[in-house]
């Protein structure tokens, strides 16, 4: 035992991974908790399919890998994304604020993210006390998530020109379906990312305290007799746990010439709330792989594309309906930049590519240069 302990100690990933699985044994966690955190941020990283952990430098790193921001130092910046999905019922919208410290050494970062739903009908009071039905009685409401995440990042400097930066984000999330239902939720992620001349390496532990959702309901006394007459359940207060995941990543920046970089990164996306339809399936880690590739011109134009989401699927061409096949979500997108504005574009799948629900996504940043003082 005693050795097995000296070898985690050694390989500070194994003890973390060691750590997440006691979690996952000791709590209950709630599978696909707070899953619009896992949508992504910033047109770019989306069209990569989300590899980002260890290539991500500028301000969605609040969202992808808060020690990133250390990388932002000499002036603010302001990252804005909106996309919709589901023909534009769901509206999905990121902004982000990064602030470089004037010591040049800490960066702070203020995110906010927002996922909704309007105008869902709310069909309790349709049909009536005698069997008739009333569509006047049909009223509408709005289901949002909100995440507000506040990120802190360092930078030191090591010997051979390499650099390695930490991080974390505090966490507050406010849940909201219309009148009959609000939750309250914190937590925290730790980071870390270690640059070379053209490599890349980072790590991301997502809420590694476990988050937690507590929420609370809004039932009068007239749902509650509609929900006892069709046999629902009636909610009560409770708490929801968002299990750790870990992320691990590395890119390299191959110069094709002097003009011509093409970046690749590649992640790995541990999970520990059970086994999950991935490429690798246990109980309780699961691990979902992420491939990303930027082609850039001068650091001016840049195209991009990535695969993620590998499932195990039912063959459509299989009638008895046991065969299965492996699919993934792919993802390509574009960007420009011109001065201190750079815009990006995503066109990405939510589904897979057999039964495809494609959306776009734009994102705009903005560098913002500091007023030099007059002497």
């Known amino acids: 035992m005693l050795k097995r302990m000296r070898g985690m100690c050694r390989n500070p990933l194994l003890l973390i991974g060691s750590l997440f699985s006691c979690?996952?044994?000791?709590?209950?966690?709630?599978?696909?908790?707070?899953?619009?955190?896992?949508?992504?941020?910033?047109a770019r990283g989306m069209s990569m399919a989300g590899a980002q952990v260890a290539s991500v430098s500028d301000g969605t790193a609040g969202y992808w890998n808060p020690a990133a921001l250390a990388d932002i130092r000499n002036a603010p910046q302001l990252n804005l994304m909106h996309a919709e999905y589901y023909a534009g019922i769901g509206k999905y919208d990121f902004g982000n604020l990064v602030l470089p410290m004037k010591d040049n050494k800490r960066t702070l970062g203020i995110t906010v993210l927002r996922f909704a739903v309007d105008d869902i009908p709310n069909t309790i009071f349709l049909v009536q006390p005698d069997g008739t039905v009333n569509f006047d009685n049909i009223k509408t409401f709005s289901s949002a998530d909100y995440a507000f995440i506040f990120s802190l990042a360092q930078r030191a400097d090591l010997s051979g020109g390499r650099k390695f930066d930490v991080g974390v984000n505090a966490k507050v999330i406010y849940r909201k379906a219309g009148d009959f239902a609000t939750a309250w939720g914190f937590g925290f992620d730790a980071a870390a990312q270690l640059i070379g001349n053209r490599w890349k390496l980072g790590v991301v532990a997502k809420d590694v305290t476990t988050t937690f959702n507590a929420w609370s309901y809004s039932i009068d006394q007239q749902m509650r007799e509609v929900f006892y007459m069709t046999q629902n359940e009636i909610p009560t207060k409770s708490t929801e746990l968002t299990a750790p995941q870990l992320i691990l990543g590395g890119s390299y920046n191959f110069r094709l010439s002097k003009k011509l970089n093409l970046l690749a990164e590649?992640?790995?996306?541990?999970?520990?709330?059970?086994?999950?339809?991935?490429?690798?399936?246990?109980?309780?880690?699961?691990?979902?792989?992420?491939?990303?590739?930027?082609?850039?011109?001068?650091d001016v134009f840049f195209v991009r594309a990535g695969i993620n989401n590998f499932q195990k699927a039912l063959d459509d061409k299989d009638t008895t309906n046991q065969k299965k096949l492996w699919i993934y979500q792919p993802s390509v997108g574009a960007g420009f930049k011109v001065g201190d504005v750079q815009i990006d574009y995503a066109f990405t799948n939510l589904a897979n590519q057999s039964y495809p629900l494609y959306t776009h996504v734009f994102s705009l940043r903005i560098d913002m240069k500091r007023k030099e003082k007059k002497k």
């Open 266 to 298: 590649a992640d790995l996306d541990a999970t520990f709330d059970g086994r999950r339809n991935t490429v690798v399936s246990t109980n309780p880690i699961s691990i979902d792989p992420k491939l990303g590739l930027e082609l850039s011109f001068k």
């Open 23 to 42: 979690f996952s044994a000791s709590a209950q966690f709630t599978k696909y908790s707070n899953e619009f955190l896992n949508i992504g941020a910033g």
